[in-house]
């Protein structure tokens, strides 16, 4: 019971940092100065390459960054520059983790019995077909939708994407992302009424991030029952 406790005191704390994210980084960047711009490396670099922390700010981080370069708190080419390293770094060594890792998961005794419905190599197969179809427009597109940003380039690389297609769609995408995130936070986040609402469009950027996805996988469900 205790850590039942102590994990849902975790996901409220987390929770509200994501919907105050703006009064958290200005904080932050008063805290630490200069030192800032590595804490959001890190985070962005986390977020986006390793499997195991899809539940850090992506999004969110960085259109609260835009709002703070806005009001000269931070540096807008600073901010652009660092971030979209991160954000490409990160999905090349999530890329590599799936490639190295994959192979074996989907092989030996751990695809036996109940584990072979789901860690079937034919799942991994399938996945190789469709990255090196439509791989690109997956890498572009999952970097606006929380959470499966975090596991699509490891699919890639356990799919075995062909690495150039993957490396040119990673940095497309990465830029594209940190520009559009970061830049809708310094064009917009001090307007009054979205400053007033900052929680509110948090949760809007979630929603819309999710949009594309979605609406991807209605295409193909629909093409699949044609």
Known sequence: ??????????????????????????????????????????????????????????????FAAG?????????????????????ILGDAVNYAIGRYAGPRVFRGEATQGFWGK?????????????????????????????????????????GAMTYSKFAFYNVTGGIFWVVVCTGGGYAFGNVPIVKANFSLVIIGIIVISLIPMALELFRHQRMRLD
């Open 118 to 158: 789901i860690l079937n190599r034919e799942h991994l197969n399938r996945a190789h077909e469709f990255f090196e179809r439509d791989g690109g427009k997956a890498v572009v597109m999952a970097r606006f939708a929380p959470i499966v940003r975090t596991f699509v380039p490891f699919v890639a690389g356990a």
């Open 67 to 87: 709002t703070l370069a806005a009001v000269s708190a931070l540096d807008l080419s600073t901010l652009l520059i660092l971030l979209s390293i991160a954000a």
């Open 1 to 62: 019971m205790e850590f039942i406790q102590i994990f849902v005191d975790y996901a409220i704390f987390l929770f509200d940092y994501l919907l105050h994210l703006d009064q958290h980084l200005a904080a932050l960047v008063a805290q630490y100065g200069v030192w800032i711009y590595v804490i959001m490396f890190a985070i962005v670099f986390a977020e986006t390459g390793l499997v195991v922390t899809p539940f850090l700010p992506g999004d969110s981080l960085l």
